[in-house]
């Protein structure tokens, strides 16, 4: 198979005439990519749920007509209304009270005076037709969400034109195509898929996966997805246009890939990976109450990236050795001030709760200087280099308010707990020292107001920017541990910006500089007797995991999704053998060597 | 007037379904209602408004109420809160 790019055929099933422009319905094989939303694999007939497309002109209106027209609004509002109470009935039958709350939302957008006061004064007053007095409205109500960097948040704009479809489709008397309709299993192709689409998706049984050119990982259709635990991969671009009602597709929500008109060889390559995840699913479930130890019974510490949006009952059940990194910036999105005390307490009392022995480590937060002027603190021009700029406790330092009441939240949350506190970017021994210095501070001032504190809870510092790891034998006396971002840490060290398509391919954690610095930190932490975590996509990794226990790294800490397949490779691994291996993969000079020297150790 | 800062507590914050109830609860009153998030105004008596709050899980909205039935309906609208909009 030929290298694959975003959109590309791969081949034909008639390849003694290709033709300079395929026609996609007529047998040959595309690879699409888009995002992948939820993992899973689905081999199946199209379903193509097609955008309303109508066109919407102005007319002007003779006075006279301008009282009918209103009033065929008014019936096609009524119409809606049926339709709405309807699918409520439906819903409230099978789905329960929930998901008919959608549909009650729905109805008040039905009835909300932007659409009977608004639509109907602009029909007379402007002696327009209903259908562009009503797209017009609708247009600058979803304007308004422009504003919102929220990609869940923005996209309620659809709830909006949802129902403006819909009545729409009753002003010019036009059937909707709809799930609903769906007789035989099939995946579904859309343009977009709606709230009240995902309702009739939840309703119907025969829905395999779902594919579509718009939407993010974030977007509510992803968030469906994987409450459904369906295939979908997202972000498309085109695919509505591409495929026919009928046609045979692959869903690979795993790669974010959707296949058109497979070959039976492609079909029977996909029916086997499906095979393949199904036994992993299972087996990883299996493991999930075993010890996170090596094969030769090492203990190695794996812990979770937790993020706000993690289900935290969730986590519980799997029986983590921590939380190696709760990230805080979400707390300052969205906003133009700062989150008070208060605020952050309620958010780290929710994460602690459950989490009484198990250490916690709450990063500061690393933002840049784009949100801090948002938050009206200071005008703070574009930079030029924002990621080699204002950030982290950089800007923490400069605005120690920031810092000092984020600091405080924590103290206040503190007591019982494992609370640990991490602080990113730093680049040298004052600035440790002045965190240090607000954090005394801060204690007085709670010893002054008789509040509670846990006394000695332990400090640590990212290690991303190598001057860092150059000097950490000097830092190490200031604080109790250290995790290394390697995201960061590898683009650094490798002058290398992984989003830049020109020099992305230069990415490499395997980089024999990676390797040797990180051992340099892991020899001077332990040194001094202190731990090392790693909470970068390498630990997740599982030829980079291995790679980082052979070289003595403590704690891995991988995102929730990741962590059982994590504990499944640590759980397969040797330690005697993966430690033995380090003397020889840092003197290697190229990574394809220490990428196949531990490749044939994991064999 | 009352002016009240309340709190989401929901996880997924001010989605569809909340924002109806809130547009419902609100629409029952006859007093002026405005919630206020970030400096951003809008009034809740319109469900497009609120969608509009862009307000996650933790964010703190100021409500006032202003006129005849304005406790009734401070009560109710602080009972939406606290109930996490029955999520």
């Known amino acids: ?60 209106l003779p006075k006279d007509k301008v009282k009918a027209e209103v009033k065929r609004f008014k019936e096609a509002i009524a119409k809606t209304k049926d339709e709405l109470n309807a699918i409520r009935e439906q819903v409230l039958d099978s ?29 007379s007053n402007q002696c327009v037709n209903a259908e562009y007095a009503l797209s017009e409205k609708i247009i600058s109500a979803v304007k308004k969400f422009d504003r919102i960097e929220d990609d869940f948040f923005a996209e309620r704009k659809n709830e909006i034109l949802d129902v403006g479809k819909r009545i ?42 779902f594919c579509m050119d718009v939407g993010s990982k974030s977007s509510h259709t992803a968030i469906f997805a994987q409450n459904m635990g369906m295939p979908a991969v997202v972000g498309l671009g085109d695919i509505s246009r591409m495929v026919k009602n009928g046609m045979t597709l692959i869903i690979d929500g795993e790669e974010g890939n959707v296949v058109l008109d497979p070959t039976p060889e492609m079909v029977e ?105 948002n938050m009206g603190i200071k005008e703070i021009k574009n930079e030029e280099n924002p990621f080699m700029g204002f950030r982290g406790i950089r800007l923490f330092l400069k605005y120690p308010d920031l810092l000092k009441t984020q600091l405080k939240a924590i103290l206040r949350v503190s007591p019982g707990t494992n609370v640990q506190i991490m602080i990113p970017m730093v680049t040298s021994l004052s600035e440790l020292l002045s965190v240090k210095q607000i954090l005394a501070e801060i204690k007085t001032e709670l010893d002054r107001k008789g509040l509670e504190y846990k006394k000695d809870i332990p ?126 993969l840092l003197g290697v000079s190229n990574s394809e060597e220490i990428k196949e020297i531990i490749l044939k150790e994991l064999q | 007037m009352i002016k009240k800062d309340l709190r989401i507590l929901n996880k997924l914050g001010i989605h569809a379904r909340p924002a109806g109830l809130i547009a419902k609860t609100c629409s029952r009153f006859v007093c002026e209602i405005k919630m206020i998030k970030d400096g951003y105004e809008i009034n809740p008596k319109s469900i497009m408004g609120i969608l509009t709050l862009a307000a996650g899980n933790g964010s703190v909205i100021t409500v006032i109420t202003d006129g005849k039935d304005e406790e009734e309906a401070m009560d109710s609208v602080e009972q939406l809160f606290n109930n996490k909009f029955e999520e």
Do not use: W
Not at chain 1, 25 to 35: A, D, N, S, V, W
Not at chain 1, 36 to 58: C, F, P, S, V
Not at chain 1, 190 to 204: G, K, Q, V
């Open chain 1, 95 to 123: 789905l329960g009270k929930q998901h008919a709350r959608l549909i009650d939302a729905h109805h008040m957008i039905l009835q909300d005076p932007l659409i009977t006061r608004d639509v109907t004064d602009m029909i």
């Open chain 1, 459 to 584: 400090l640590g510092i990212m290690v991303e920017v190598p001057a860092a790891a150059l000097i950490l034998d000097h830092l190490l006396n200031e604080i109790d541990f250290v995790s290394i971002g390697t995201n960061d840490l590898v683009q650094y060290v490798l002058a290398v910006d992984r989003v830049n398509q020109y020099v992305s391919e230069l990415y490499d954690p395997y980089h024999p500089a990676i390797l040797r610095l990180i051992n340099l930190i892991v020899q001077t932490a332990h040194k001094k007797g202190k731990k090392v975590s790693v909470c970068g996509e390498m630990a997740g990794d599982h030829l980079a995991g291995a790679v980082l226990l052979g070289l003595g790294v403590d704690a891995l800490s991988v995102p929730l999704k990741s962590y059982l397949k994590t504990k499944q490779n640590v759980r397969n691994l040797s330690f005697e053998r993966i430690s033995g291996l380090a003397p020889r």
């Open chain 1, 269 to 373: 390559k996909y029916k086997k990976k499906r095979e393949e995840l199904h036994k992993q699913e299972h087996y990883l479930l299996k493991i999930k109450k075993l010890p996170n130890v090596t094969r030769d019974s090492k203990k190695v510490n794996i812990m979770v990236n937790l993020d706000p949006d993690d289900n935290f009952a969730d986590f519980k059940t799997y029986n983590t050795d921590g939380i190696g990194l709760f990230r805080t910036e979400f707390l300052y999105l969205n906003r133009n001030n700062i989150p008070n005390e208060d605020e952050q307490v309620e958010v780290y009392k929710k994460l602690l709760e459950n989490n009484k022995e198990l250490p916690v480590i709450i990063r500061t937060a690393d933002i840049g200087g784009d949100k801090a002027s």
């Open chain 1, 168 to 209: 729409t489709a009753n002003l010019v008397n036009q059937e909707k195509t709809s799930i609903k309709d769906l007789k035989e299993h099939a995946i579904i192709v859309a343009h977009n898929i709606y709230p009240s689409d995902t309702l009739h998706m939840r309703r119907s049984n025969k829905v395999m996966a």
């Open chain 1, 1 to 60: 198979m030929t290298k694959r790019t975003d959109t590309q055929q791969i081949t034909g099933r008639r390849p003694e005439n290709p033709g300079p422009k395929p026609d996609f319905t007529r047998g040959f094989m595309i690879i699409k990519k888009g995002i992948a939303a939820n993992i899973g694999i689905a081999i199946g007939k199209t379903y193509l749920l097609k955008e309303d497309n109508i066109l919407i002109e102005k007319l002007r």
